[in-house]
């Protein structure tokens, strides 16, 4: 099992000049930490104007930033929104290819279509198209790192034959993933060869279900790349405390304060009569265990709160259920000081990280 | 912590419906067409949402035109403005007014739920292109607005977020304002969706000139049998619901 970190970049009210500085420098010192502790990756999303959820609506600037301070840190680009109106197809495969270039071959890219209406509305998106227009972007993307001269008509986008520069450092071309929220998405990522980066805390029986049919499908799989990426990523909340109590109370903390702020998020669903949208994703379960900041007692099942031997129980039993890599959130808003969650990436590498140190598996592909 | 909504309870409180008790009966309402539009609205519409509860980013409000043709009181047509958001992680709609075509409705409306209802005329029309609901109080039209194009959907790519009204409990010898939580359940028979049109909206009436329409979002057009159920939490207006809301039943 490999352990990553991803950031949403939570910013808390009152918004001072200062306050999304310290955010990302925080993030930025986590990040160095991390890949000098032996983390495998570093996760930045594609969000725009979640107010205080998630202010990192350029995730490229931010993980070319991780890229410049560490070594060996894989960087994580998920995920980009695969909508014209976000992002135009030309400009994802340009931009990833400098990202892949500047990071020495580190990069990993996800992708996905965006489930707030929030967002989906702030572009002048039509909500019933995004899951066809990632489809388009994800069969092209590769050909565009690859080709030397791609040329494309699409229902969503078209261009004549170009040489789109530069190619990716790495062969055939980085990881490709796809953001999994509403059930179901990671059989529409297992037919097209790409890993499920899954979005959803928790919840071990449902996961390992989804998790057997997603290994089942992709082996009948088409792949839209070179190779076929049949990983399966989990998020999950860290903070590893000496003291379990502490550990327990902090992380329910922080976790609770970042459920009820994704409570926030008005998702298409809620708002938007859509056949697109089928389910609201990871929101009803934030939903539930969200009933505010202050309700400590709750934590959702298999979560990495609390100390070094209820963790490692945790991710052990995740590694169980199929999940070859788990992605932590370290913070949400600055609920833990800085200083406690440096802290508690130390002691998870120290106490917990060696537990896993042999069932470690290769990269799937892309190096 | 995201943003709570500003209205200043106690000036309005004297106007609010008043609530007999909390044993409300439910009613099952049978065969109701039920028309929503959506648009987003202006952020200043904060000072119309309770201080216990968050707005929607972006702050968005529904006009739901229903009408029932079944019912303890018999035959009504309801129309609903409401200003959504949250009570704590939960959407929820705040009910600003409330329409009801007869004495018996708005008399039980604000009685047993606390919906602002007051007698007016709604009439809810289907052309071949588009649905029309007119909301009118002493005979002027307040609010015409429109569902264009219906297209089918399923009855499950529908969601209708749960209403709360502010009413008068009694407490004692005293009455005081609470946030009435209202959660119809929904079984679908037909939904179709268009887009909308508000043709005119006389928002002076309802004191709720930050309701109009900034950019419109959607409409649906439902066929379903629902109810309105007995009463299962009331909260605190004053304080976030997190910490304000009291479990019934």
């Known amino acids: 099992m490999k352990f990553g970190i991803f950031y949403e970049l939570s910013?808390?009210?009152?918004?001072?000049?200062?306050?999304?500085?310290?955010?990302?420098?925080?993030?930025?010192?986590?990040?160095?930490?991390?890949?000098?502790?032996?983390?495998?990756?570093?996760?930045?999303?594609?969000?725009?104007?979640?107010?205080?959820?998630?202010?990192?609506?350029?995730?490229?600037?931010?993980?070319?930033?991780?890229?410049m301070i560490t070594k060996r840190i894989r960087v994580g680009h998920g995920i980009i929104v695969c909508v014209p109106e976000f992002n135009h197809p030309i400009k994802i495969a340009e931009r990833t290819a400098v990202l892949d270039i500047l990071s020495g071959g580190r990069l990993e890219v996800g992708t996905g279509r965006s489930a707030t209406w929030t967002?989906?509305?702030?572009?002048?998106?039509?909500?019933?198209?995004?899951?066809?227009?990632?489809?388009?972007?994800?069969?092209?993307?590769?050909?565009?790192?690859?080709?030397?001269k791609f040329a494309f008509e699409g229902e969503f986008w078209s261009m004549p034959s170009r040489t789109i520069l530069p190619k990716v450092y790495q062969r055939p071309h980085p990881p490709m993933w796809v953001a999994v929220t509403s059930p179901g998405t990671e059989l529409d990522g297992a037919d097209r060869g790409l890993g499920s980066l899954g979005l959803t805390f928790g919840q071990f029986a449902e996961q390992e279900k989804r998790i057997a049919e997603y290994r089942r499908r992709i082996q009948l799989c088409n792949p839209v790349g070179e190779f076929v990426n049949d990983q399966v990523s989990t998020v999950n909340f860290l903070y590893c405390h000496e003291d379990d109590a502490i550990g327990l109370q902090r992380g329910r903390h922080m976790a609770n304060t970042f459920n009820y702020l994704a409570s926030q998020l008005s998702s298409v669903r809620e708002v938007f009569p859509a056949k697109s949208y089928p389910s609201l994703g990871l929101l009803p379960q934030l939903r539930r265990q969200a009933t505010g900041p202050e309700a400590s007692e709750q934590a959702g099942e298999g979560l990495a709160l609390g100390?070094?031997?209820?963790?490692?129980k945790a991710l052990k039993r995740w590694e169980s259920v199929g999940v070859d890599r788990v992605n932590f959130l370290l913070n949400t808003v600055e609920?833990?000081?800085?200083?406690?969650?440096?802290?508690?990436?130390?002691?998870?590498?120290?106490?917990v990280m060696p537990a896993f140190a042999e069932s470690k598996v290769p990269v799937a592909g892309g190096r | 912590?995201?943003?709570?909504?500003?209205?200043?309870?106690?000036?309005?409180?004297?106007?609010?419906?008043?609530?007999?008790?909390?044993?409300?009966?439910?009613?099952?309402?049978?065969?109701?067409?039920?028309?929503?539009?959506?648009?987003?609205?202006?952020?200043?519409?904060?000072?119309?949402?309770?201080?216990?509860?968050?707005?929607?980013?972006p702050p968005y409000a529904t006009l739901l035109v229903a009408a029932y043709p079944e019912s303890p009181a018999g035959p009504f047509n309801l129309a609903l403005l409401r200003l959504m958001g949250r009570a704590g992680a939960h959407p929820r709609g705040y009910v600003i007014a409330a329409v009801a075509s007869t004495p018996d409705s708005v008399h039980a409306l604000r009685r047993q739920w606390g919906f602002p209802a007051e007698l007016g005329g709604i009439t809810l029309r289907r052309y071949h292109d588009q649905v029309t609901a007119v909301v009118s109080r002493d005979s002027e039209p307040l609010i015409e607005a429109a569902l264009i194009n219906p297209e089918p959907i399923s009855g499950g790519d529908v969601q209708y977020i749960h209403s709360v009204t502010l009413a008068r409990l009694p407490e004692g010898d005293r009455s005081a304002p609470h946030l009435i939580q209202v959660d119809p359940h929904y079984t679908f028979r037909k939904a179709e969706r268009g887009r909308l049109k508000v043709r005119r909206f006389e928002t002076a009436v309802w004191n709720a000139k930050t309701l109009a329409p900034l950019a419109p979002i959607a409409a649906s057009i439902t066929t379903c049998d629902t109810d309105l159920?007995?009463?299962?939490?009331?909260?605190?207006?004053?304080?976030?619901?997190?910490?304000?809301?009291r479990k019934i039943r």
């Not at chain 2, 409180?13 to 009966?25: E, H, I, K, M, V």
């Not at chain 2, 159920?229 to 809301?245: H, L, N, S, W």
């Open chain 1, 307 to 312: 100390g070094p031997e209820r963790i490692t």
């Open chain 2, 229 to 245: 159920p007995q009463i299962r939490f009331v909260m605190d207006a004053e304080v976030p619901v997190v910490k304000g809301t």
């Open chain 1, 11 to 67: 910013v808390p009210r009152p918004w001072t000049r200062e306050s999304e500085r310290t955010v990302y420098n925080n993030a930025l010192e986590q990040v160095k930490l991390a890949d000098e502790l032996g983390f495998d990756q570093v996760w930045a999303v594609e969000h725009h104007f979640l107010e205080e959820y998630s202010h990192c609506p350029s995730p490229e600037l931010f993980l070319t930033a991780c890229a």
């Open chain 2, 1 to 57: 912590m995201p943003l709570f909504g500003q209205l200043d309870v106690q000036p309005i409180a004297s106007r609010l419906a008043q609530l007999t008790d909390l044993d409300t009966p439910a009613w099952t309402l049978a065969g109701a067409e039920i028309l929503q539009l959506a648009w987003e609205v202006a952020d200043e519409s904060l000072d119309l949402l309770p201080r216990a509860m968050h707005p929607a980013v």
């Open chain 1, 335 to 351: 609920a833990i000081p800085q200083d406690d969650v440096l802290d508690s990436l130390r002691l998870f590498a120290k106490e």
């Open chain 1, 119 to 148: 967002e989906l509305a702030g572009f002048n998106t039509n909500p019933d198209t995004t899951k066809k227009s990632w489809d388009e972007f994800v069969r092209c993307l590769p050909k565009m790192w690859t080709s030397e």
